[in-house]
């Protein structure tokens, strides 16, 4: 579903290039559960960028579900970002002025889908997420592990193929953490593709499929 | 997005930003308030000197001895010089003129009056009775019926006046001395105020022969001609210039002045005063526009991070540059509808303070009031919106 043929990512810092990732080959098949880990600066975190369509490849090619998505146009890849791609990111990025059910609500507005079907979509997800006496607190109301619970709901909302998880329990503890994995596990039986950036060796270990990195290149795949 | 989603995502931004709302609004409101409060004022002042000329009596031309070059100038036309005489006979031939309805030689002078061992010096004007109508006076008790002569020696005194001699209000009647003359009060004037520098309560009318007999002269000061009607004022001047040119061995030594002509030259002076008074206000409404662009701007940096967390979620560009957009238009349409009210609430109380002052804000500033809220409002969240629209995701996310 994910191919990466010889992608390389090249930063230029003043008269330095930085290369963050250096020839990356890498398929990842439909429904697979992968952990990606490796220090800090080892480019996990723009390999996951680059696949959410958030960075461009300075060279290389991406196919998303046998689609070039690199050459697609801005507003193409927003479409996809919005309905084949869900995020997650370590300190949760809720909008804080909007309640839990209006945070959820974001990508099915920018989707243009009318009012009352996203009414019936937010509350069928706030039940399964367990969240719908939290519906209307806003995030500074809300837990950690339920903060990232909204997140989650967020990012799924629209049945994205593939879930980035940028560090999704790096501000929660151990307990709560194990929550937001169980629920990511959960996700990953009802098919969805689920690609981990983390540091945590344990929640690492969890998935089906290991990637190591350093100096921006893949060290061990198994 | 769809547009209603845009609009009310948007306001709600608008709303939860509360002070810096109301911050912005007033800005933009004192803009489009100062504007509109200041073309009242300038509106309200041209009114006002129209009212005054229109007081003065309609259809007007005046006719003054001397012929200036400045044709048409006020102040040119007191200063011309003098070659010939315009006489009462001069008057008289404008009887049969086509176009004239009525007319008032007139003279104006010093002189002292007394009565009862009272004196005083007032201002003393000699004419017919044709004035009266012309100049829109109103008589308070008796009547005033004086031709070009002779006339009985009868005077009209101001309503100051007969109440300074006369303190008991019995003035009609009675014997009056004007310089070494003796005068019956035959009428007194209804009180009138001050119109255009002339103040019927201390003044004293008598016919224009005792006039010309106490200041010794031939010569008026004036001849005041009323028009049938306003749209005969030109054919009617050029008509008495030829009568008096004919009078006065076909030389041209009279200045004759339509009240139109005086009328359109204040009217050109007010409006270009209210326009530019206008303009003066729309600069703060420029200042406010910057205001909201550096607000706008401050607004992206702040949240760089939500911007970057829309992007990740699928915002285009064109969406997140419309939010932004939007939310600068609410506060603008917002402001222009404060301002509005603000400023339409100023001029009631110009109004209210200056009873006198029709101090109404024309439409057409109103209009141009919001246009250019809207325009600088919109102009000024260009840059802050197309620069949120640009910014790079992964910068904006990995701010914490």
């Not at chain 2, 701007?297 to 939007?326: W, Y």
């Amino acid at each position: 579903m994910i191919a990466l043929t010889a992608i390389s990512r090249i930063f230029t810092m003043g008269d330095q290039e930085v290369r963050a990732l250096n020839n990356i080959n890498l398929t990842i098949a439909p429904g697979a559960y992968v952990s990606v880990m490796g220090p800090s600066g080892s480019g996990k975190s723009t390999l996951l960028n680059l696949i959410g369509l958030l960075d461009q490849p300075t060279s290389g090619t991406y196919l998303l579900e046998n689609i070039d998505v690199t050459s697609l146009s801005e507003t193409d890849q927003a479409r996809v970002r919005r309905e084949r791609i869900g995020f997650i990111f370590q300190s949760f990025h809720l909008i804080p002025r909007l309640t839990a059910a209006e945070n959820i609500e974001l990508p099915l507005i920018l989707d243009g889908i009318p009012s009352a079907e996203r009414k019936k979509r937010v509350r069928a997800i706030l039940q399964q997420t367990n969240l719908l006496e939290r519906a209307d607190h806003r995030p500074s109301e809300l837990s950690g592990g339920q903060r990232q619970r909204v997140a989650i709901a967020r990012a799924t909302i629209l049945n994205p193929a593939v879930l980035l998880a940028d560090e999704p329990t790096g501000n929660l503890d151990h307990k709560t953490g194990a929550e937001v994995i169980a629920l990511l596990e959960n996700l990953h039986h009802q098919g969805t593709t689920i690609i981990t950036v983390t540091h945590d060796r344990e929640i690492g270990a969890r998935a089906h499929r290991k990637i190591q990195m350093r100096d921006g290149e893949v060290v061990s795949d198994d | 997005m769809t547009r209603q989603d845009a609009f009310s995502l948007s306001f709600r931004t608008v709303v939860s930003y509360r002070l810096r709302a109301i911050l912005i609004l007033l800005a933009m409101a004192l803009g489009v308030a100062a504007v509109v409060v200041l073309t009242a004022l300038g509106e309200g002042a041209r009114r006002f000197v129209m009212n005054q000329f229109t007081a003065l009596g309609t259809n007007l031309i005046i006719i003054i001895p001397g012929r200036s070059e400045t044709a048409g100038g006020f102040i040119g036309a007191l200063v011309g010089e003098t070659p010939r005489d315009l006489t009462l006979d001069d008057a008289a031939s404008l009887t049969a003129l086509p176009g004239v309805r009525r007319f008032a030689p007139l003279n104006v002078g010093l002189s002292e009056i007394s009565a009862g061992g009272l004196l005083r010096e007032v201002t003393l004007a000699g004419s017919t009775a044709s004035l009266i109508a012309i100049r829109r006076m109103r008589l308070a008790q008796g009547s005033f019926t004086a031709d070009n002569g002779p006339n009985p020696a009868e005077a009209v005194l101001g309503a100051k006046i007969a109440h300074e001699l006369f303190p008991k209000g019995n003035a009609l009647g009675q014997r009056i001395r004007l310089g070494d003359r003796r005068f019956r009060v035959a009428g007194i004037f209804a009180m009138q105020g001050e119109s255009m520098g002339i103040n019927t309560d201390e003044l004293v009318l008598i016919p224009i022969d005792h006039a010309q007999a106490l200041f010794n002269t031939q010569s008026l000061f004036r001849i005041m001609v009323e028009a049938e009607s306003r749209s005969v004022i030109e054919p009617t001047k050029k008509v008495i210039r030829a009568a008096l040119k004919l009078r006065h061995d076909g030389e041209e030594d009279v200045t004759i002045i339509g009240q139109d002509a005086i009328l359109a030259t204040f009217d050109k002076i007010l409006r270009a005063l209210t326009l530019a008074v206008s303009g003066i206000a729309a600069i703060s409404l420029a200042v406010a526009g910057i205001l909201v662009m550096n607000v706008m701007l401050v607004a992206v940096s702040q949240r760089t991070t939500e911007i970057g967390l829309l992007k990740a979620i699928g915002a285009t560009h064109t969406d997140i540059r419309n939010l932004f957009l939007l939310e600068t238009l609410w506060l603008a349409v917002a402001g222009a509808v404060v301002g509005i009210i603000l400023g339409y609430l100023g001029s009631l109380g110009l109004r209210l303070a200056y009873p006198q002052l029709p101090a109404y804000p024309p439409i057409w500033a109103s209009l141009a009031a919001i246009a250019t809220a809207l325009i600088t409002g919109i102009a000024a969240s260009i840059l802050p919106a197309s620069k949120a629209a640009r910014l790079n995701p992964v910068l904006a996310l990995s701010r914490r």
